[in-house]
Each structure stands twice: as C-alpha cells, then as structure tokens.
C-alpha cells in the first residue's frame, strides 16, 4: 500500500524557515509528481507548489514564490519544501501529495496524501 509520511513540522519565529519532509514508499507507489498543499484554521485548502519527479521542473504558488523552495531526491523518494522567510499568515497544516499529473494545483488530481504535520508561525 502507498504512503506518504510528512516530518519536519513545528513552531518558528516570523522571519524564521523550516524544512518539510515527505517519504514515499509502498509498493504500489508510483506517480509523475508531488506536491505540497496547506490548510490554515477555517480557510480551504490551498496550493503551495509542485514538482515533477522526473525533470524536477517546479511550479509555485504566486504566495510563496521567492521564498519556499520545493525539491525531489529520486534515490530516496523523498521531496521537500524549504520555507524561508517566513510569515504568520504561512501557519497551517501542510500536506504533500502525490499525482499523475503535473503541473496542477487542483487537489482532486491527487490520489494520495501525508498526514499534514502543523508549522505555526509566531509574530
């Protein structure tokens, strides 16, 4: 069975970074891309940015852009988000996904999730 498994949340001063984690593994694994989601208290679940698997291109939401960074490590399974710069309004829960299809940011395109580690961001 497919999962993804998220780590690296926590808490962080405004202006601070933190680096999320997302482990793919499972036999019946397989997708084109991963992506990273997050939902804040009370909002919907919203894009953050994307990556293909294969030819690493990336695509971003136009709130983050600049300042997180998405990445892929092929031998391990494995994709990141580094978040730099970061503001109270980035506090949420943030999932990482997997799809067919890239790039998209509509999260019905994706078929499997993490369990959405919590970063908050103090001010």
């Known amino acids: 069975q497919a999962q993804l498994v998220e780590s690296g949340g926590g808490v962080v001063q405004a202006g601070g970074s933190l680096r999320l984690s997302c482990a793919a593994s499972?036999?019946?694994?397989?997708?084109?891309?991963m992506g990273w989601f997050r939902q804040a208290p009370g909002k919907e679940r919203e894009f953050v940015a994307t990556?293909?698997?294969?030819?690493?291109?990336?695509y971003y939401a136009e709130v983050v852009k600049g300042r997180f960074t998405i990445s892929r490590d092929n031998s391990k399974n494995t994709m990141y988000l580094q978040m730099n710069s970061l503001k109270p309004e980035d506090t949420a829960l943030y999932y990482c996904?997997?799809?067919?299809?890239?790039?998209?940011?509509?999260?019905?395109?994706?078929?499997?999730w993490g369990q959405g580690p919590q970063v908050t961001v103090s001010s």
């Open positions: 990556i293909s698997w294969s030819s690493g291109r990336t």
């Open positions: 499972g036999r019946s694994f397989s997708s084109v891309a």
């Open positions: 996904a997997a799809t067919q299809v890239y790039p998209t940011t509509s999260d019905i395109r994706y078929n499997y």
